[in-house]
């Protein structure tokens, strides 16, 4: 999912202008860690020691709250973003609630 919209965003010219500050192309290492933040934080939160606590201790329904809490706090963490290391740690945030989002709700 993640995937899908995070490639046209860092293509942009506006993203570029004011995350990278820079007209030029975006150097690989900074791509990559923009786009692989998102899925560390998620695995991060899937490793059963942390995805199994919220589940005993909180319960299903409060994990999920949980979870989506992550997500809006990550969201806004990269929406007020103006630099490399802001936004890096919103997709890693949000990237989090994925992971416990996908440990706790069953398909």
Known sequence: LDIGYIGPVIESRSFKSDIEHTEGPIPSETEGMIVSLFSIGAI???????????IDE???????????????????????????????????????????????IVL
């Open 44 to 54: 991060f939160t899937s490793f059963p020691v942390i995805s199994s606590y919220f």
């Open 58 to 104: 909180w319960g299903r329904k409060i994990s999920i709250m949980v979870g989506s809490g992550i997500f809006i706090l990550g969201s806004a963490i990269q929406a007020t973003a103006n630099g490399d290391t802001q936004l890096l740690v919103g997709r890693f945030v949000a990237g989090m609630s994925i992971g416990l989002l996908s440990s706790v």
